[in-house]
């Protein structure tokens, strides 16, 4: 990433919320300009960042030692790799600045790897790479983080994309799943900074969307509630989000 980009990115303004360092002026002015409209957001996406290492350490604890990752963004501030030091871990995203971003940043840490990949065509990602990342991915419970994208895909697309992830994996996988509650919907100024293209969901609504998923017995929560270490962070419910289990 040597050259400025001409338009801020979802991935690199979760970086500067998360104090990291893979981000530009223009993803600052970006992240500055919607929380004038909405608020701070650095502790929110601490909140998810942080429910994302609970749910890996879970998964983990559970018995599973490889993790496929979707819209990963910048893979680092308590990524997969770095909360579950021994799984293998396979990064995917949309955006190819992104994943050359990833990849620089992982250099050549062994059992990582970051790949293109459309979280809205699980089956798409190359098998290859697949195999090379995971090798034991159809025979093995895989974790599957699936983080900070169901805003972006209309129902039809989400409920699609988490059948195919169902039957891309084994018996015994889980996956990790948050999504964007109401919360914007008091904010109509940030919300329509995120464009038409950006999906709110009730937690019933999503549930029912999981399809053949069966979600554990923590439930659907904001996901500062889910497992918390402690007290939970006092944070708007923004995300809620749990596991799923096939």
Do not use: N
């Not at 701070?40 to 601490?46: L, N, Q, V, Y």
């Amino acid at each position: 990433m040597t050259t400025e980009p001409q338009a801020p990115s979802t991935a690199r303004m979760i970086d500067y919320w998360l104090g990291g360092t893979r981000h530009h002026p223009i993803d600052v002015a970006a992240a500055t300009a919607f929380e004038g409209a909405y608020g701070p957001c650095a502790a929110i996406f601490r909140s998810l960042r942080a429910f994302s290492g609970r749910a890996a350490r879970y998964l983990a604890a559970e018995g599973v030692d490889q993790f496929l990752v979707f819209g990963a963004g910048i893979p680092a501030q308590g990524s997969v790799h770095e909360t579950v030091p021994d799984a293998r871990v396979l990064y995917t995203d949309v955006d190819p600045e992104i994943v050359a971003a990833g990849r620089e940043l992982l250099g050549d840490r062994p059992g990582v790897a970051y790949v293109p990949g459309d979280a809205a065509d699980p089956r798409g990602i190359d098998a290859a790479a697949l195999d090379r990342a995971l090798p034991d991915h159809a025979t093995r419970p895989v974790g599957l983080i699936f983080l900070g994208l169901a805003a972006f895909l209309d129902d039809a697309t989400l409920a699609h994309a988490l059948d195919e992830m169902y039957d891309l994996v084994p018996a015994g996988s889980r996956l990790a799943f948050d999504f964007d509650a109401m919360e914007l919907a008091a904010y109509p100024e940030a919300l329509a900074m995120m464009g038409p293209g950006f999906h709110m969901r009730e937690p019933a609504d999503f549930g029912r969307l999981l399809g053949r998923w069966q979600v554990t017995a923590d439930g659907i929560v904001p996901v500062a509630q889910w497992r918390p270490d402690g007290t939970p962070e006092q944070v708007p419910d923004a995300f809620w989000g749990g596991v799923a289990v096939k």
